[in-house]
């Protein structure tokens, strides 16, 4: 389903009993960080969305802790479950081929129908221009500071737009934004993303400005879509406009050459100078530590537009569990189509709250050869942004990856740390203070499937799993309630 806006969807949540309005006051810094920490780490049932009515010094409420469960992040892109997403995906990839001319016909009409709903367009107006600052100032927007070490305010929930200034190509990102002063941001786009290879190409051309948009706020759908990690050529609107069944609705940035979604609650517009680089960080990051500081762009405000009373959403980012693992799960479900597309043999994903990310993939295979595991991890390294991943598990079809105790006991038992692990080095995220040096590092492969005679190395005859024959179970389970035992 497509929402209207981001109002739509805090309505949902509101209807839902998912929502909790606050309207005692509240500071924007540390305060509101402790506040949805606590929510977001607390029982189940009190896990909710809060909207912060009253931020002392500002008329701008505060959304928090929208994607922070399982279910508010599946509502977020229009289905019930996080895994409706990789049933969704995997029907419109299907590469079998439809069989009779009606299937066909059906099979191409699906296709047409999903493709002419993602391709975004212009309007002449949108919401988020109701109101165009003269004098634009970030002092205005209620910006939080997360943690107390943290270099400043940071806007951390945003869609930030850029173009290849070659191309011509759309980029949207999810980069946080460092609040340098009131018309003045650092720009955190790390150098495997979209956004710093736009200033690449800006540096080689000679490019002294990029024009920039950080639109804050929309359908849910599109604020996520800033987070995926899409290959470059393809843009992220279509992405959201096909998880809405709607395309995007564009409207012209008032001060750049630009398009940013029209119902978007803010707009804050500008431009990089890939010359001028500066400090940014510390940071309190999703990895539990402080990001190091380093030199970044920044950006800087050349307007500032938004709707006649915006909401201003945001997240933070710390020790799992938070909101982000939601984001990434979601990310999780929705990509595994697409390596299975390319690496038939997976059979699940898993990429835990504890790895953050970029730490631990756990992946089941049906395995068919010697070496299985090993092309599965190499081809895993080589397919765009999981070049980052740390640590790559390999185990059996019939383990449940979802599963980390199951997990943690076939490796254990699987696993000869001689024979089955893999050390490689190669790009690491930005975010790993534990890389041998900075963007580069080592990387592990654990193969923890069961071996066979077929299998490499030397290895002990593999025993059998234990298993209570079928008759006796039967038996059992008709008896029970004789044994008393109910």
Request: glycine share 8%; aromatic share 6%.
């Amino acid at each position: 389903m497509a929402y209207r806006d981001l109002r739509d969807f805090i309505a949902r949540l509101e209807k839902c009993g998912q929502l909790k309005r606050i309207s005692v006051p509240v500071n924007q810094d540390l305060e509101i960080t402790e506040i949805a920490d606590r929510v977001v780490k607390g029982p189940r049932d009190q896990n909710v969305a809060l909207l912060f009515e009253n931020v002392r010094g500002h008329s701008i409420p505060v959304a928090i802790n929208l994607f922070g469960t399982a279910e508010r992040m599946a509502w977020a892109l229009g289905v019930d479950k996080l895994d409706e997403l990789n049933a969704k995906l995997s029907e419109l990839i299907s590469l079998n081929m439809p069989h009779g001319l009606i299937e066909k016909a059906q099979r191409g009409l699906e296709m047409l129908t999903a493709l002419r709903h993602t391709e975004p367009h212009i309007v002449s107006r949108g919401a988020c221009q109701e109101v165009i600052e003269e004098n634009p100032s970030l002092a205005a927007l209620p910006i939080i500071q997360c943690w107390p070490k943290d270099a400043g305010r940071y806007i951390t929930l945003p869609s930030v737009f850029s173009r290849d200034p070659k191309t011509g190509r759309r980029n949207v990102g999810m980069y946080r934004l460092q609040v340098v002063d009131d018309q003045t941001l650092g720009m955190h786009w790390q150098r495997q993303k979209g956004g710093a290879e736009h200033e690449r190409v800006a540096r080689h051309i000679g490019a002294e400005r990029i024009p920039v948009a950080v639109a804050i706020g929309g359908d849910p759908a599109i604020i996520w879509a800033g987070s995926a990690p899409l290959p470059p050529d393809i843009d992220e609107l279509m992405l959201a406009g096909w998880l809405r069944g709607k395309s995007v609705d564009l409207v012209r940035c008032v001060s750049q050459p630009l398009e940013v979604p029209a119902d978007a609650e803010i707009v804050i517009e500008g431009f990089v100078d890939p010359s001028d680089q500066r400090i940014e960080g510390p940071f309190g990051d999703h990895t539990g530590y402080y990001s190091l500081p380093d030199h970044y762009p920044v950006m800087r405000v050349t307007a500032i537009t938004h709707r006649r009373a915006p909401i201003y959403p945001t997240t933070i980012v710390g020790k799992p569990p938070m909101e982000d693992l939601w984001m990434g799960k979601a990310t999780e479900r929705l990509f595994l189509p697409l390596i299975k597309l390319f690496l038939g043999e997976v059979v699940d994903v898993n990429m835990p709250a504890e790895g953050v990310f970029h730490n631990l993939v756990i992946v089941s295979i049906k395995k068919r050869y010697p070496g299985h595991a090993r092309k599965v991890m190499n081809g895993l390294w080589g397919l765009g942004l999981m070049m980052l991943t740390k640590t790559i598990v390999i185990v059996d079809a019939d383990v449940d990856v979802q599963n980390l105790s199951q997990v943690a006991f076939e490796v254990l038992a699987n696993y000869d740390p001689q024979r089955d692990v893999l050390i490689t080095t190669g790009p690491s995220d930005d975010l790993d203070h534990a890389s041998l040096q900075k963007n580069w590092g080592g990387k592990m492969g654990i193969d923890a499937t069961r071996k066979s005679e077929r299998d490499p190395g030397p290895h002990q005859p593999w025993p059998e799993e234990i298993a209570m024959t079928p008759e006796i179970k039967a038996l059992v389970s008709a008896r029970w309630k004789e044994y008393g035992l109910d």
